[in-house]
Nanobody, 122 residues
């Protein structure tokens, strides 16, 4: 089992930045690819980005490309989501997830955090 805890969410204005963190415990963190997803009220959970086990490869949704950056520190068992130039449409609950493969599809991830709310006001 892997336990994931997100933090760093909050209420910001459009154009601001936030950094989300997701800290893992349990099994060896570096064995897992990590993904970030988000879910707005009444909408499906959408892929935001992912990072490979070693942190060499990243992939992003088109909607956040150039504004969001994923990184990880395997020594700290933590993955980060740096969000810049935030827009009101980025408002959602953000979830981190751990999986054995580097993918963009939510169902391929095995473990999930509880989520952290990000609200961007206009």
């Amino acid at each position: 089992q892997v336990q994931l805890v997100e933090s760093g969410g909050g209420l910001v204005q459009a154009g601001d930045s936030l950094r989300l963190s997701c800290t893992a415990s349990g099994r060896t963190f570096s064995n897992y690819a990590m993904g970030w997803f988000r879910q707005a009220p009444g909408k499906e959970r959408d892929f935001v980005g992912a990072i490979s086990r070693g942190g060499v490869r990243t992939v992003y949704a088109d909607s956040v490309k150039g504004r969001f950056t994923i990184s990880r520190d395997n020594a700290k068992n933590t993955v980060y989501l740096q969000m810049n130039s935030l827009k009101p449409e980025d408002t959602a609950v953000y979830y981190c997830a751990a999986g054995s493969v580097f993918r963009t599809i939510a169902t391929l991830y095995d473990y999930w955090g509880q989520g952290t709310q990000v609200t961007v006001s206009s």
